[in-house]
């Protein structure tokens, strides 16, 4: 009997151990010559893959939306008090406030609240009665002071509220809510950065994501939003003052409304204040 020489077809992991590098070795047979070239295509041809998707989505994957931190400037701060500040007042009358238009609305330091009744003796120095209110907001004023809300006309009346002011409600303004403010509804909203409020400062802002359909559509561009700053720093009444489209105008109210703010202060205390701000949509 005569042994076999141990030779590469002995098992087979010699045989895959062999042929691996014998498609790189320059007396390898046509065969494994074949087979080697296959195998360098076939790596160029994943190669140029890998380089199209990674080209491609270079292009059409967007960074991190920017968010402007910085508010426009003071002056541009839009004043929004119709139908969402308040305020009220009343000298403790049993009947209920006289019909009557507002006194001059300012933002300036109030020095005398509104009143019904007709002073009994002259003043030593006249000082006109105000509301805090913007200036530029239209509201009915001149003629007889008194609540406009109100439907009683039979005689003059600052109403049961008080002290100071005219209504049901409390603290020199006009109307069932509180404070030197006009009308009904939360008190008084301050513009930032005038008569002495601060601006509020955002210390959490969430970058926004773009939508399917701006995305693919590559849509970039600047959001506009009108909001209220809470005494608390969160965000309320988010309203699109410049729109965008193609769900970018949701997106930007969907981040903001998770924005946290410094709130605005008066005087030391936290004010609610309306701010505008700008979010940016951009594709890299």
Known sequence: MTA???????????IGYTTLFSMF?????????????AFVFSLIGQGIIVVLLTYFTCCVLEGPPKVLNKFPSTDDLPLIFSGNSG????????LPPSQGNIPRASLDEQLTPPNVMQP??????????????????????GGQIGDPMSRFT???????????????????????????????????IYPAGRGGVTVPQVIYN??????EEARKAKQQGIVQLLLLVGKD???????????????????????????RFK??????????????VEVQFHLY
């Open 4 to 14: 076999a020489p141990a030779g590469p077809s002995s098992t087979g992991s010699a």
């Open 25 to 37: 070795s320059s007396q390898s047979n046509g065969s494994l010559r074949t087979r080697r070239e």
């Open 87 to 94: 305020g009220g007042g009343g000298s403790f009358d049993k």
């Open 120 to 141: 009994t003796a002259m003043p030593k120095l006249a000082v006109p009665e105000t509301v805090v209110v913007a200036p530029d907001v239209e509201l009915l004023q």
């Open 154 to 188: 039979q005689a003059l009346s600052n109403g049961p509220g008080g002290p100071g002011g005219t209504g049901t409600g409390c603290c020199d303004g006009v109307g069932d809510s509180v404070g030197p403010h006009a009308g009904s509804g939360p008190p008084g």
């Open 206 to 211: 969430p970058e926004p994501s773009f939508s």
């Open 233 to 259: 720093g969160h965000t309320h009444d988010i309203r699109v003052a410049q729109p965008l489209g193609m769900g970018l105008d949701e997106k930007a109210i969907e981040a903001v409304s998770q924005w």
């Open 263 to 276: 709130p605005a202060t008066l005087n030391g205390q936290a004010v609610v204040t309306r701010i505008m």
